[in-house]
C-alpha cells in the first residue's frame, strides 16, 4: 500500500498543470462556501456588539404591541418613571430624515439608516461625548454623529436643512459632532432637543418607546414585571435580555438570507467543480492506463489501484479545501470591503473564523472530491493486467454509454412528468415544487444524456461553424465528440451556469414586464409625484403640487393601517379622484370609494368573505372607528393593493406623524403643455429635496430598477459559472493536447502549420462551450419560464423570455471557449513534428 | 556511377533530396552524442532506397534531416532545388505538406477521420482539391477501394500503413520518406506495403527512402544505404534479402 502511495503521490507531483487546475476548482467551490459563513459570522458578530453597547443599559423597555400602533403615550412616562426600582426612564423618538447642507447637497447613505430622534440628557446608557461643540440646546440645533460628519464634510456651526416626511423643510445648526457607539458604516444620526423630536417625528401624543433603567438591587425581570402591571391594553413591557435576543434574532434572519445565497453559489460552484475533478480523474485513469496496468501485471491488486486514485482525490480534496478556506477568508473580507464602500451599513470588526466554517468547508470539499474521483478509479481499477503487452487502448465502451443512456431517459420521462404536473397543478405551492423537482431531475437528465446531446448539437453545428475552416473544422467538430462523455461534463460546467443564469434572466424580465404592465394597466395619471428613498413625499409638498397652474387633480395615496371588524389590514387611502388616474378592474359592483365607500381586492374579499354591499368597521386604537360600505371588488392589483377608501378615513384614523403620502398622482388639464407641467411641478417640489417628478416611463423605469439586484445576482453567477467553466476547458484541452501529441506531431509532420492546429482547438473549445451553452439556455429559459408561469397569480401575469441576453450569453460562451482554449491551443501548436515518430 | 562518387558526391539535378556534410549532434559537452557524423548522400529521383544499419546507427535521425522534420548541427540538406537551412517554420511546413509524404512506423493516421479523408488529408490541409484522376490511381493502386469510407479502428494493420501509403502519394510528393513503415506489420501486410512503394516507383515514377530493420523489406529497394556510428559505410544496389543479411553481417563482424 505504501508504495501505491508513493506511486500516487509522485503522479500527482508530475502532472503540475493538471493539479493546479484541479485544485482551483476544488478551491473555487469551497471558497464560496467558506466565505459565506465567515461574512455571516463576521457581520452577525459585529451586529451582536453593537447591540450589546448601545442597549446595553437597558432593562426594561414598553413599546406598542403592534408596530402599526402609534406607540407609548407621553403621559405614561412619568407613571413608569414612578414604579418602584426605576431608577433612569429614557423616552426613545425616532424617525427617518434626510440632512441636507448649505450648499444644497442630500446627506445620504446607501442603505444605513438615516435617523433623526431625541438628544436624551438623561439615557440609560452612558451619554456621548462630543468631538467638537455640544447638545442641542434650542430647537434650531441639531447633533451629528461623528461617522457622518466626517464622511459628509458637516462641521460644528454649519447651517443644514432638515427634511422629514409630515413637517415642511426646518432650518437648523449644528451644535455638535457626537461620538457615536453605532459605527455602522455610512449611519447617519441627527438628534434634536426634546421638544424638536416630538415635533418632527411624532404625533405630540405619543413615543416609539421608553427604556428603563433599575435601580441597584431590582432585577431587570422584576422591574418589568412592575412596569407590565401599570400598562394599558396594546403596550408591552420586555426586559433588556428579550430587547437584545430579538434585535439579534432580526439581524440572523436578515443574514440568512444574505448567507443562503452565498451557500447557493458555493454549491454551484461545487457542483461545477465536482465535472472538473471528475474529468480530471478521467483522463489521468486513461492517460496511465498502461502505467496502471502494469502494476496490475507486477501484482498490485484490484483495490490497491482503486485506493490509488482515490487517495490522489483525497489529498487534492482536503489541498483544495484547506486553500478554499483561505480563500473563503478572503472574500468575505473582499465582499465586507466592497459593500462597505457603497455604505450600506454593515458594522467593522474582526473576520470571524468558527469550527463550523471549518469543518463544513474541509469535509465538503474533500468528500465532494472524493465522490468526483470514485467513477475514474472503479474505472482505474478494472484496467486488465495484460492491456500492459496491448498497443493502443480503446475508449470507453459504448455499452457503459448505452447503460448511461438508458438512465438518462427514464429520469427525463420522470422530469417530463413532474414537470407537467407542475404546469397543470392549480395551487402555486404544488406547481412551484413540482416545476423544482422538474428542474432538478432534468439537470440530471441532461447529465447523462449530455454525451449523447453532444453529438447530435456539435456535429450540425460543427458542418455550419467549421464550414469556413475546412479540415481544421472538420477535425475540430470529429474531435469535440471523440470522447463524448469527456465532452459533456466539460461542457455541463458551462450548462449548469447558464440554467441558473437563463432560468433568472426569465424571471427578473418577467418582474420587470409585469410590472411595466401593471403601472401601465393602472396608472393613467400624466406626472408621478414621489421620493425616491426612505422618506415620504412631505405633507407641505402634496398641498404645493395642487397649486401649480395646469394641475387639473391631483391624487394622493397614503399608507393605512387599520383594524377592519377586528384584524390589521393595510390598506390605501385616497385623496383625489380614482378616475383619471388608478384604473381598476372591476369584478363586482363600482370604482366608487366617494363618501363611506371602499372597494376591495378580490383576494381580501375572498379571504374575509366580503362582498358588495357589506358593512365594514374600520378602526385603530385610541382614535375610534369609520363606517364603510363595500362598493365594489377589483381585480387583485399590486398597486391598489388589497383595498382602496377615501382620505377622511385615513385623516381620522391615522396619527399626524404617519399623514403622509407615499405618492401623488397628477392630471394635467386639458391642452396644458405637459413640458411647462412638468418645470412647475418640480419647482413647486424643489424645495423639499427628497422630491421627484416622473412620467410613467421614468416611473416604470424606476420600478424595473429595483429587479436589478436580481440582476447582479445573475451577473454575479454568470461569472462564478464562466470562470470555472474556462479552468474546465483548459483543464480537458490541455489534457487532450498531451493525449494527443502524438496525433498532432503527425499533422505537422505532414503539413499542418501552426496556425492551423491552434484553430483546430479554438473551434474544438468553442463547440464544446457552445453546446454547454445552449443544453443550459434550452433548460434556463424553459425552467424560468415555468416557474415565472407558477408566479401567475402572484402577480407575474407578463412571461417575457429576454431572447437578446439569451444570444448574448450564447456569444460570451464562444468568446469564454476560445479565450479558454489559447494557452492549450498554443502548446498543442507547440508539438514537434517529430513527435509522431519518435517515443514509441 | 561509382560508390564513392554516390557517397562524397556533389549535388546533382538528378537528386530529389540530399545532405551535404551533414552532422547531427545532441546534448552538449561530455554528454554529447554525435547522430550523423559528416554525411553526404543524394537520394536519386525515382529510385527507391533502403537505408539499414544497426539500432543508434542514425537511420531516423539522417531520414528526420532529410525530411524537414529536425535542424541539422552543420552541412546542409535540400528537397529538390530548396535548401532547408534557415527555412521559416512556417515555409518548411508548406515544403513537406506539398513535397514530400510520409508513412511512419505507427501512428500514421487521424482516428477520426475516413480513409478517404486520411488519403486526402494534406491536400485538404493545404486548401486544395484533389486530383480525382490521380487519386483513383492511387486507391486502386493501394487496393483500398471498398474501404475508403471506415475510420482507421476499422482497418487492419496492413491497411491502415496501405491508407497512410495512399496519403503520402495522394499529393505527389518529390519524395516519400518511410521510417520503419512495416515495423508493426506481419510478414504479409509487410510485402504488401513494400509491394504498393515499389509500384509506385515503377509505375508512378515516385522516389521513395525508407529505413528497415528487415532485409526482407529491404530486397524490394534499388538501392541499400549502410550506416554505422552515424557514418554511411556501405552501399548495395539491386539487392536480395541474402545479399543485404550478408552485408548486414559483415558490417557486424567489422564494428
Ligand atoms: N532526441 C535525441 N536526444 C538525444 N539523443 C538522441 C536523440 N535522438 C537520437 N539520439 C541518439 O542519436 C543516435 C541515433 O539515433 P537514431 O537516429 O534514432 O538511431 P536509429 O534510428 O538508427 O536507431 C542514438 O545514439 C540516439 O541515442
Ligand atoms: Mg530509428
Known sequence: ???????????????????????????LGTAFVAGSFVF???????????????????????????????????????????????????????????????????????????????????????????????????????????????????????????????????????????????????????????????????????????????????????????????????????????????????????????????????????LVGTFIIYNTFAMIVAQRQRELALLRAIGAGRKQVRRSVVFESGV??????????????????????????????????????????ILITLILGTAVTLLAGL??????????????????????????????????????????AATVAGVISDKAGAAASFTGLGLVTACVAAMLLSPVLARWVIVPLGRIVGRPFGTVGQLARTNAIRNPRRTAATAFALTLGL???????????????????????????????????????????????????GVATTTALHDLNVSINGKHDTGTAVDGPLAGSIALDMQHGAADITGHNLVISKKLADSRHWAVGDTLRMSAPGRGTVTEHVAGVYADNQLAGPYLTGGHVWRQLTPRNELTSFVVLVQAKPGTDLATLRSGLEKATNDYYVVT?????????????????????????????????????????????VERRREIGMLRAVGMQRK???????????????????????????????????????????????WGQALLFLGLAAVVGVLAALWPGVRASRTPPLEAISAA | MTRSETI?????????????????????????????????????????????????SGKSTLMHCLAGLDTVTSGSVAIGDVELRGLSDKKMTALRRDRIGFVFQSFNLVPTLTALENITLPIAIAGRRPDREWLATVIDTLGLRDRLGHRPSELSGGQQQRVAVGRALASRPEIIFGDEPTGNLDSRSSGEVMGILRQSVDQLGQTVVIVTHDPRAASWADRVLFLTDGRIVDELRSPTADSVLDRMKRLETRS
Open chain 1, 375 to 416: 467513477a475514474p478509479a472503479r474505472r482505474a481499477a478494472r484496467i486488465a493486467p495484460v492491456a500492459a503487452m496491448r498497443e493502443e487502448f480503446s475508449s470507453p465502451s459504448a455499452s457503459g454509454l448505452r447503460r448511461r443512456t438508458a438512465i438518462g431517459v427514464v429520469v427525463a420521462a420522470a422530469s417530463v
Open chain 1, 316 to 357: 487534492i480534496g482536503i489541498v483544495g479545501s484547506a486553500l478554499g478556506l483561505a480563500g473563503g477568508i478572503g472574500l468575505a473580507y473582499g465582499l465586507h470591503a466592497l459593500l462597505d464602500s457603497f455604505d450600506l451599513g454593515l458594522p467593522s470588526g474582526g473576520m470571524v473564523l468558527s469550527t463550523r466554517t
Open chain 1, 693 to 737: 417628478v416622473q412620467d410613467r416611463e421614468q416611473f416604470k423605469g424606476q420600478t424595473a430598477a429595483q429587479v436589478n439586484g436580481l440582476i447582479a445576482l445573475l451577473y454575479g453567477l454568470l461569472g462564478l459559472a464562466i470562470v470555472i467553466a474556462i479552468l474546465g476547458i483548459i483543464n480537458t484541452l490541455a489534457l487532450s493536447v
Open chain 1, 40 to 270: 455571516t459570522d463576521t457581520l452577525k458578530h459585529s451586529f451582536d456588539n453593537i447591540f450589546a453597547t448601545s442597549d446595553k443599559g437597558v432593562d426594561a423597555r414598553v413599546q406598542a404591541r403592534h408596530d402599526y400602533d402609534p406607540g407609548v403615550p407621553t403621559n405614561l412616562i412619568a407613571t413608569i418613571g414612578a414604579v418602584p426600582g426605576a431608577a433612569v426612564v429614557e423616552p426613545q423618538i425616532n424617525g427617518p430624515v434626510v440632512l441636507v447642507k448649505a450648499d444644497g447637497t442630500k446627506v445620504e447613505s446607501n442603505g444605513a439608516p438615516s435617523v433623526g430622534g431625541l438628544w436624551a440628557t438623561r439615557s440609560v446608557n452612558p451619554i456621548p461625548s462630543f468631538v467638537t461643540g455640544h447638545a442641542p440646546r434650542t430647537d434650531h440645533q441639531v447633533v451629528v454623529n461623528d461617522g457622518a460628519a466626517t464622511k459628509h464634510g458637516m462641521h460644528t456651526g454649519d447651517q443644514v436643512k432638515v427634511v422629514v416626511s409630515n413637517s415642511s423643510v426646518v432650518d437648523a445648526t449644528i451644535s455638535g459632532i457626537y461620538r457615536s457607539s453605532v459605527n455602522t458604516g455610512g449611519y447617519i444620526g441627527a438628534l434634536f432637543t426634546r421638544g424638536e423630536a416630538m415635533r418632527l417625528f411624532t404625533d405630540g401624543r405619543h413615543v416609539t418607546a421608553v427604556d428603563v433603567a433599575a435601580a441597584p438591587g431590582v432585577s431587570e425581570q422584576t422591574l418589568t414585571d412592575r412596569i407590565a402591571k401599570i400598562l394599558p391594553g396594546g403596550l408591552q413591557a420586555k426586559t433588556g435580555t428579550q430587547v437584545r435576543d430579538a434585535e439579534t434574532a432580526d439581524i440572523s434572519s436578515a443574514l440568512s438570507f444574505v448567507n443562503y445565497i452565498l451557500l447557493g453559489f458555493g454549491i454551484v460552484a461545487l
Open chain 2, 8 to 56: 562524397t558526391g556533389f549535388r546533382s539535378s538528378t537528386a530529389a533530396a540530399s545532405a551535404v556534410d551533414v552532422v547531427k549532434s545532441y546534448g552538449s559537452g561530455s554528454t554529447a552524442v554525435r547522430a550523423l557524423d559528416h554525411v553526404s548522400v543524394d537520394l536519386n529521383r525515382g529510385e527507391f532506397t533502403a537505408i539499414m544499419g544497426p539500432s543508434g
Open chain 1, 1 to 27: 500500500m505504501s508504495a501505491m502511495r508513493t506511486v500516487a503521490l509522485r503522479n500527482l507531483r508530475a502532472h503540475k498543470v493538471r493539479l493546479a487546475l484541479t485544485l482551483i476548482s476544488v478551491l
Open chain 1, 499 to 549: 440554467i441558473l443564469v437563463a432560468g433568472i434572466a426569465v424571471v427578473g424580465a418577467s418582474i420587470k414586464g409585469s410590472l411595466g404592465n401593471i403601472i401601465d394597466n393602472t396608472v393613467q395619471a400624466d406626472y408621478i409625484v414621489t421620493t425616491n428613498n426612505q422618506l415620504y413625499v412631505p405633507t407641505p409638498a402634496v398641498a404645493a403640487v395642487r397649486t401649480v397652474p
Open chain 1, 756 to 802: 492551423q492546429v491552434r484553430r483546430t482547438i479554438y473551434l474544438e473549445s468553442l463547440l464544446i462551450s457552445v453546446f454547454g451553452a445552449v443544453l443550459g439556455l434550452v433548460l434556463g429559459l424553459t425552467f424560468g419560464s415555468l416557474f415565472t408561469r407558477t408566479l401567475r397569480n402572484a402577480g407575474l401575469n407578463q412571461l417575457s423570455v429576454p
